[in-house]
């Protein structure tokens, strides 16, 4: 920190946490060097100081921090070679940056949290493709998303969560479905909203 001119010297130090340093200080153009070093601790601050377009050759970086700090920082254009990574929490991070025309290939993604994700952002009519997901959390998320009027397609889903957004949602209309429901709460959440008093008008 006090001699980064220093830096550049120190970048092929044997010992990795002297190289380490030195990545964080050293000159940028030097940096391409240290891509491929044995050390993830180095590969994973030469990540955080290359510029986005510079961080493809990092994509497939054998430990998983060093491809989190790339999914972060990669410009979300280039994100498509990173959707299948072989771990969900980089997924995940693909699944909240990537452009939305390009998002609905993620939602067949085997883990649960990424599909979330994915239902969170996914614009019409693509979200239809996560109203049938096996999660309940997934379609509770698209529950949230859907436009209010199309939401009596999921009034009669079978977790009680998705049903209780939908009556916390869906246009008055469609709430005669839910009347009579099985779970309390939703019942309850349909009464309330049906209950909510017209505006008086003193004459």
């Given at each position: 920190r006090w001699?980064p001119e220093?830096a550049?010297q120190?970048?092929?130090?044997p010992?990795?946490?002297?190289?380490a340093?030195?990545a964080?200080?050293?000159?940028?153009?030097r940096l391409?060097?240290l891509?491929?070093?044995?050390?993830?601790?180095?590969r994973?601050?030469?990540?955080?100081?290359?510029?986005p377009?510079q961080?493809?050759?990092?994509?497939?970086d054998?430990?998983?921090?060093?491809r989190l700090?790339?999914?972060?920082?990669?410009?979300p254009?280039r994100?498509?070679?990173?959707?299948?990574d072989?771990?969900?929490?980089?997924r995940?991070?693909?699944?909240?940056?990537?452009p939305?025309?390009l998002l609905?290939?993620m939602?067949?993604?085997?883990?649960r949290s990424?599909?979330e994700i994915v239902?969170?952002r996914?614009p019409?009519p693509a979200l239809f493709?996560?109203a049938?997901?096996?999660?309940?959390e997934?379609?509770?998320?698209?529950?949230?998303?859907?436009?209010e009027v199309?939401?009596?397609?999921?009034?009669?889903?079978?977790d009680?969560?998705?049903?209780?957004?939908?009556?916390?949602?869906?246009?008055?209309?469609l709430?005669?479905?839910?009347r009579?429901d099985t779970?309390?709460?939703?019942r309850q959440?349909?009464?309330d909203r049906l209950?909510?008093?017209?505006?008086?008008?003193?004459?």
């Amino acid at each position: 920190r006090w001699h980064p001119e220093l830096a550049d010297q120190q970048l092929e130090h044997p010992y990795f946490e002297v190289r380490a340093i030195a990545a964080r200080h050293a000159s940028v153009f030097r940096l391409n060097g240290l891509m491929n070093d044995p050390d993830e601790t180095v590969r994973l601050q030469v990540a955080a100081r290359l510029s986005p377009s510079q961080l493809e050759r990092l994509m497939h970086d054998p430990h998983r921090e060093v491809r989190l700090r790339v999914a972060q920082r990669i410009d979300p254009m280039r994100l498509a070679g990173m959707r299948q990574d072989g771990d969900y929490g980089v997924r995940e991070i693909v699944a909240q940056r990537r452009p939305l025309a390009l998002l609905a290939t993620m939602a067949y993604d085997p883990e649960r949290s990424v599909r979330e994700i994915v239902a969170r952002r996914l614009p019409m009519p693509a979200l239809f493709i996560l109203a049938g997901d096996p999660e309940p959390e997934v379609r509770r998320a698209v529950a949230e998303s859907l436009p209010e009027v199309l939401l009596g397609r999921m009034a009669d889903d079978p977790d009680w969560r998705v049903r209780w957004e939908v009556a916390r949602r869906a246009p008055l209309a469609l709430l005669g479905a839910l009347r009579e429901d099985t779970d309390s709460e939703v019942r309850q959440m349909v009464r309330d909203r049906l209950a909510v008093p017209k505006e008086s008008h003193h004459g």
